[in-house]
């Protein structure tokens, strides 16, 4: 994996003069072209894993426009590593946007009913799927496991070095950024702040149990205790906008006029939905005069050229990624 620091870099807007605060992106939608954002930070160490371990290949879950799969089948392609996508759906998507990349550049795909994909973190399923490929290195969807963890903490160390700031922004889906992030944050040589996800599914409380014993489990893996505990992060469950992947055409033109306005892309089912947010909270009074706010911008361009596809978005108002039949990247 090529080694490299995001950039950090202010945003304007008339809302942060008009509330007081100063807001930052941490670019990590740059990392890499096509490994993107938070998946790129997530698959480090696991790469690492795999390729030192005694692995014939690796195999992972996802959904069918999954940017978690997209970028585990580049990472893959990169390192030589022969991959499976056990993906949720029917055969017919395996032509779509994302999983013709992912096929493109050599993962597997195996396509199950919802009720089988479901099954994907019980041990038993796990097993069966070890006996059908022996030696494969399991990568949970989302690719959050405690190596992802290591991963996302790094995002910290290097804001540490780069800014003095109060508040941190992330979206969240199942959870294993923020953990990272709050992992990351109890270092003893610098002071912890606030952070925030913004959940992008319904009903995400659940997410709490998930990131408490992730964070656990940390705790007791490390070698040394320096991990103190983070009390100072909250999980917003308020502003999914209907549901995981759905949006209204008002989220869609009022996040176009926000890219617009900062230059910045942020596609409306993961960064979109963060930024949708903040600006609400921002008008409710949320963040106080001066309050120093850092984005993180977690990736996930890929998911427009679905989006795109699907006939959800539009593609005189959004970039549409490269196809497969454009060339490689
Ligand atoms: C996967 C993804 C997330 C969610 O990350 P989790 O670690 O699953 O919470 C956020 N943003 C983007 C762009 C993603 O692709």
């Not at 160490?45 to 795999?50: M, P, R």
């Not at 399991?138 to 959050?144: D, R, T």
């Not at 003095?164 to 979206?171: A, H, I, K, Q, S």
């Not at 005069?289 to 679905?306: A, M, S, Y």
Request: proline share 4%.
């Amino acid at each position: 994996m090529p080694n490299s620091l995001s950039i950090l870099h202010k945003l304007e807007h008339p809302l942060f003069d008009k509330y007081q605060v100063s807001v930052q992106i941490k670019r990590d939608d740059q990392l890499h072209d096509i490994i993107s954002g938070n998946k790129w930070r997530k698959l480090k160490y696991n790469l690492t894993q795999i390729t030192e371990g005694n692995y014939v290949g690796a195999l992972t879950f996802g959904g069918s426009y999954s940017n978690h799969i997209h970028a585990f089948a580049y990472a893959c392609k990169l390192q030589n590593i022969p991959c499976i996508g056990i993906i949720r759906g029917e055969e017919n998507y395996a032509n779509n946007f994302t999983l013709s990349w992912a096929r493109h550049w050599g993962m597997r795909c195996h396509f199950v009913d919802r009720k089988t994909y479901r099954r994907r973190f019980d041990t038993d399923y796990l097993s069966e799927l070890k006996q059908l490929y022996p030696d494969y290195f399991i990568i949970p969807e989302g690719g959050s496991n405690s190596l992802a963890i290591s991963g996302v903490a790094e995002v910290i160390t290097e804001l540490n070095q780069q800014t003095e700031f109060d508040t941190l922004l992330t979206p969240v889906g199942s959870g294993g950024t923020l953990t990272g992030l709050i992992a990351g944050d109890c270092n003893e040589q610098y002071p912890q702040h606030k952070i925030v996800g913004v959940a992008v599914l319904k009903q995400a409380e659940y997410l709490l149990d998930d990131i408490e014993s992730l964070l656990h489990s940390r705790i007791k893996s490390q070698k040394t205790p320096l991990l103190t505990m983070h009390s100072n992060w909250h999980l917003l469950t308020e502003f999914h906008r209907g549901g995981y992947g759905k949006f209204s055409n008002a989220d869609v033109e009022r996040l176009l006029e926000f890219n617009q306005q900062t230059g910045v892309i942020f596609e409306p089912v993961y960064s979109g939905k963060m930024i949708l947010a903040m600006l609400d909270l921002l008008t409710h009074g949320y963040f106080k005069p001066g309050e120093r706010i850092v984005l993180l911008h977690t990736g996930g361009l890929q998911g427009l050229g679905g989006m795109i596809e699907q006939g959800r978005l539009n593609s005189d108002e959004w970039p549409a990624p490269k196809t497969v039949l454009d060339g490689t990247f």
